[in-house]
């Protein structure tokens, strides 16, 4: 087994890798759309790397999980990590307040925090058991709870 150092090393090379490029896959997003429709977009394209997810994930989320025991110190930087994917989905929703998509009072940090949460726990289960996870029925559902939160 690696020692708790390389395995630190890997995983920030990990993470420095998934987050250029996620960024690389949202910034075309957030550009062309905003409010519900980025909501859903960003879910579709995350939902789609899940389903062509390498080792290289799987690795991600092994190293995730491992932070909060062995390796600790990695724990700031996966956080980071959440809280932007966090940011990304609150301020969709603030637009989608001022838009008029979704009611005045929707608590936007919060909706975004669960979103990402599903999407994580979507995730996770993929890793553990891909033959469980269809990942357009997984989307067409996660669009259908979207519509009916906000009563669309």
């Known amino acids: 087994m690696a020692k708790p150092s390389a395995r630190r090393a890997v995983a920030r090379e990990l993470m420095h890798e998934i987050s250029v490029g996620m960024a ?3 910034e075309p997003i957030t550009e062309d759309y905003s409010g519900l429709e ?6 579709k394209e995350y939902l ?5 997810a390498t080792v ?19 724990r700031k930087d996966f956080d980071a990590i959440t809280e932007e994917f966090n940011r990304v989905f609150q301020l969709q929703l603030e637009l989608a307040v001022k ?3 979704i009611p ?3 608590h936007c940090k919060t909706v975004a925090f669960n979103l990402v949460a599903h999407l994580r726990g979507i995730t996770l289960m993929w890793i553990t058991n891909p033959n469980m996870v269809d990942v357009p029925e997984i989307f067409n559902e996660f669009n259908l709870t979207l519509n009916a939160r906000f009563s669309l």
């Open 38 to 43: 980025a909501v859903r977009r960003i879910a």
């Open 99 to 101: 838009k008029g998509e």
């Open 48 to 52: 789609a790397s899940v389903e062509n």
């Open 24 to 26: 690389r896959n949202l």
């Open 56 to 74: 290289r994930t799987r690795a991600l989320y092994v190293l995730m999980f491992e932070s909060l025991g062995p390796l600790s110190g990695l």
């Open 104 to 106: 005045e009072h929707t």
